[in-house]
């Protein structure tokens, strides 16, 4: 089946730090990769997607590269935001209908 | 255009107690789904749907009922809750399979 794991967190970075989460997937077939993020109190939202391998997806300064040789999915941004602050989670979906998400990154971003 | 809207964003119930979460979409999407957000475990699949008169279950469906009557409307339904029901639970919908899926605000449903 399909699987998706990310770096446990939480995470808390400082002001204009560079921020890095790991995902890795299993997947049957050629899924499309998502990053969602949380804002608190709120529901999730669409961050970036890839939709095939080496389709980088970007949006808000975060960056993701699909990698299937590395069955991976990487989100970066260069300079984090106290308004970055949030959970973050990786997703994919395979022909199914279906996400299969990852457990979360909690990031916290300290002024 | 309202995207996906729950209803209640709040509940309390006791053990045992019945009640429907509402969910309503207004953008016409075919696939719609029901999860629930843990703590350390992420978002989990309870039930689906990938039109109006099909309902599928997902990965952790027990406990809980769904119809889809409407392409808008696909409600969950606690026939009755039990305190491992307490959780975040999320309605999404999305044109297709590989598309960018749209979340409500969510229901936070605590079961004593």
């Known amino acids: 089946g399909n699987s998706v794991t990310q770096m446990e967190g939480p995470v808390t970075l400082s002001e204009e730090a560079f921020l890095t989460i790991n995902c890795t997937y299993t997947?049957?077939?050629?899924?499309?990769l998502f990053w969602y993020v949380q804002y608190p109190g709120e529901g999730l939202q669409l961050l970036l997607k890839?939709?095939?391998?080496?389709d980088k997806g970007s949006n808000k300064g975060f960056e993701a590269t699909y990698r299937k040789e590395t069955t991976s999915f990487h989100l970066e941004k260069g300079s984090v935001q106290v308004s970055d602050s949030a959970v973050y989670f990786c997703?994919?979906?395979?022909?199914?209908?279906?996400?299969?998400f990852g457990a979360g990154t909690t990031v916290t971003v300290r002024a | 255009n309202a995207g996906v809207t729950q209803t209640p964003k709040f509940q309390v119930l006791k053990t045992g107690q019945s009640m429907t979460l509402q969910c309503a979409q207004d953008?016409?999407?075919?696939?719609m789904s029901w999860y629930r957000q843990d703590p350390g475990m992420g978002l989990r699949l309870i039930h689906y749907?990938?039109?109006?008169?099909?309902?599928d279950q997902g990965e952790v469906p027990n406990g809980y009922n769904v119809s889809r009557s409407t392409t808008e409307d696909f409600p969950l339904r606690l026939l009755s809750a039990a305190p491992s029901q307490t959780s975040v639970y999320f309605c999404?919908?999305?044109?297709?399979?590989?598309?960018?899926?749209?979340f409500g605000q969510g229901t936070r449903l605590t079961v004593v």
């Open positions: 999404a919908s999305s044109e297709g399979d590989l598309t960018e899926a749209f």
């Open positions: 997947a049957t077939g050629y899924p499309s």
């Open positions: 890839a939709t095939k391998a080496d």
């Open positions: 997703a994919l979906s395979d022909n199914d209908y279906k996400l299969s």
């Open positions: 953008m016409n999407h075919e696939y």
């Open positions: 749907s990938v039109g109006a008169g099909i309902t």
